[in-house]
């Protein structure tokens, strides 16, 4: 489903809508996409915001499904302009809408820069949003951020996993089941996005052992398949 020029919003699972916007080769060499996830629930969340300057287009993505002022909780993974860019403007629209990350990213930046304080989540740590259920995860450093985490939503099994098996271009399928591990790992050996913390294996363990289906993925397509195999080989390359 086309909402504004690029800019696509496709349910990905069940309440759950992938919105991308391509960024064409002129622009990024290669090409590159920008996904953001909106949960439609009591208490809608928006994972990711996109960067400050593709606002308007993921705002009126948004709004093709659910009023923007409904949003409840904008949560993004680590403190970086595409995960939170515009979280200010999206707390400006929304006024019930609260900042939602880690406890590091609350006391590093976030009560800093955002207009509204955060809701910091523990490890662990659920948050109903009505049918849906998500969990913080903390991943210090994987990929990148010492405040860096992840979020697992219960009842699709979809792990919004942020910037892991980011993949090039900017032509993608919303949700796919071809691999997206060998594209991710190519993109890796031109621009090495990770930090190389000598804990990969235990923190991917910490996701993959929710043995997510769905993986939300920033960059590129979405992918539907079995999530905590694929993490482990993930974290395997990353340890090579
Ligand atoms: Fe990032
Ligand atoms: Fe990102």
Redesign the pocket.
């Known amino acids: 489903m086309n909402s504004n020029n690029s800019t696509r919003i496709d349910e990905i699972a069940s309440g759950i809508f992938r919105i991308s916007t391509p960024v064409p080769p002129e622009t990024i060499p290669g090409g590159f996409s ?1 996904n953001q996830y909106l949960v439609v629930d009591e208490a809608p969340l928006l994972y ?1 915001t996109g960067t400050n300057n593709m606002f308007t287009k993921v705002r009126d993505a948004i709004a093709t499904v659910i009023p923007v002022e409904s949003l409840r909780y904008i949560g993004f ?1 680590h403190y ?1 302009a ?2 939170c860019g515009s979280l200010n403007k999206f707390l400006e629209m929304a006024p019930n809408a609260e900042p939602l990350c880690s406890q590091i990213a609350k006391m590093v930046s976030v009560d800093d820069f955002a207009s509204r304080p955060a809701h910091a989540l523990s490890d662990g740590e659920e948050l109903s949003l009505g049918d849906h259920k998500v969990k913080w995860i903390d991943t210090p450093h994987l990929p990148h951020g010492w405040e860096c985490g992840h979020l697992f939503e219960s009842t699709t099994k979809t792990l919004f996993c ?2 892991l098996f ?1 993949q090039g271009g900017h032509e993608h399928e919303a949700l796919t089941s071809n691999d997206i591990l060998e594209p991710s790992e190519q993109m890796r050996s031109a621009l090495d996005y990770y930090s190389h913390t000598g804990n990969v294996h235990q923190l991917m363990e910490k996701l993959a052992i929710n043995s997510p289906e769905v993986l939300a993925c ?2 590129g397509a979405a992918w539907k398949g079995d999530g905590g195999a694929l993490l482990r080989q993930l974290a395997i390359r990353l340890a090579a």
């Open positions: 920008f990711h993974s970086e595409d995960e942020g910037d980011t920033m960059h």
